[in-house]
């Protein structure tokens, strides 16, 4: 079974309105990144927040911890038609900190 | 900095034929890992490796895959022989452990037709 599991799977919103996607996990982890993926490329790396940490910003991303739910949510604020993409969370699973376990993704859907 | 490269794009083959792909990580990284990405799996990390050397290949299938990373800008991940179960997306990334728990970079992946 997957370390990440990110819910909704789906989610369709009209630009402007603010995203939040959801990421569970169900061992301990050393830090937790979310990454973007545009149709057709690679993964890109948004956003990491160590274990120690409880929330963190980027821009118009807000991503928050809580370890005692194993639990992450991502906040897209004010969203854009260019931020339709997948999402996922990635978990680490050693304490090299360089395994990662990827959720099966939210596909966010943001229309003009 | 070009970033993570991957040959070829896209790669259609017969069941039985021998498929290499090929990946140039980001100069300076020294973590090299092969992904696959189908719609049932998501994406799964089949290997990795640290400074050529692999770490860990629990991930990989079976023994008709087999990866490669003869120096510090190259890798190969073969799968010999290909079967129409095989086909995926193979992504290739690299990162750097200058800084602990640094992000992975993507390249843009292998779409990989198995017919």
């Known amino acids: 079974s997957q370390q990440g599991e990110e819910d909704p799977q789906a989610l369709s919103i009209q630009e402007g309105e603010n995203a939040t996607m959801n990421c569970s996990y169900k061992t301990s982890i050393n830090n937790l990144q979310w990454y973007r993926q545009n149709s057709g490329r690679g993964l890109v790396h948004l956003i990491l927040?160590?274990?120690?940490?409880r929330e963190k910003h980027s821009g118009r991303l807000r991503v928050t911890l809580d370890t005692s739910k194993k639990s992450s949510s991502l906040l897209i604020t004010a969203s854009r038609a260019a931020d339709t993409a997948s999402y996922f969370c990635a978990t680490d699973l050693d304490n090299y900190g360089q395994n990662f376990v990827f959720g099966p993704g939210t596909r966010l859907s943001v229309l003009p | 900095d070009a970033g993570v490269i991957q040959s070829p794009r896209h790669e259609v083959t017969e069941m039985g034929q021998e498929v290499t792909l090929r990946c140039k990580p980001i100069?300076?990284?020294?973590?090299l890992f092969w992904y696959r990405q189908t719609m049932m799996r998501g994406l799964e990390l089949l290997i990795y490796f640290n400074n050529n050397v692999p770490i860990d290949d629990s991930g990989m299938p079976e023994d008709r895959f087999s990866a490669k990373m003869p120096n510090a800008s190259f890798s190969t991940l073969k799968i010999q022989p290909s079967e129409p179960r095989d086909s995926a997306v193979y992504f290739c990334?690299?990162?750097?452990?200058?800084?602990?728990?640094?992000?992975?970079?993507f390249g843009n992946g292998t779409r990989l037709t198995v017919t």
């Open positions: 990334a690299s990162s750097s452990t200058t800084r602990y728990n640094s992000p992975l970079h």
């Open positions: 100069s300076g990284h020294d973590y």
């Open positions: 927040i160590r274990s120690n940490e």
